[in-house]
Nanobody, 115 residues
Framework: QVQLVESGGGLVQPGGSLRLSCTAS????????MGWFRQAPGKQRELVAVNTTVGTINYSDSVKGRFTLSRDGAKNTIDLQMNTLKPEDTAVYYC?????????WGLGTQVTVST
């Protein structure tokens, strides 16, 4: 059974930084997508960044140049370094894993960007 455990959310001032981490367990396959989505109040869940099964990394236009996704395949972890945070980055951030066409989600971690 695939499980995703997230950490690293919190409250930060505009312009600040946070790092989110996600560790996956229960995986026996080596090829799968992994990344982060987010959902702000009253909005749909949206892609932040994803490392695909072929190794490319796709970023949402809204985070390009500010966020960096890094993955450790040996440890089944994926981190999201978030810099120059803006109030509009406030959301619940969900770790995502895509395996054989099936999406898996973490429970989410709150990121709040506010003075």
């Amino acid at each position: 059974q695939v499980q995703l455990v997230e950490s690293g959310g919190g409250l930060v001032q505009p312009g600040g930084s946070l790092r989110l981490s996600c560790t996956a367990s229960g995986i026996i396959f080596t090829r799968y997508a992994m990344g982060w989505f987010r959902q702000a109040p009253g909005k749909q869940r949206e892609l932040v960044a994803v490392n695909t099964t072929v190794g490319t990394i796709n970023y949402s236009d809204s985070v390009k140049g500010r966020f960096t996704l890094s993955r450790d395949g040996a440890k089944n972890t994926i981190d999201l370094q978030m810099n120059t945070l803006k109030p509009e980055d406030t959301a619940v951030y969900y770790c995502y894993l895509g395996l054989l066409g099936q999406p898996y989600w973490g429970l989410g971690t709150q990121v709040t960007v506010s003075t």
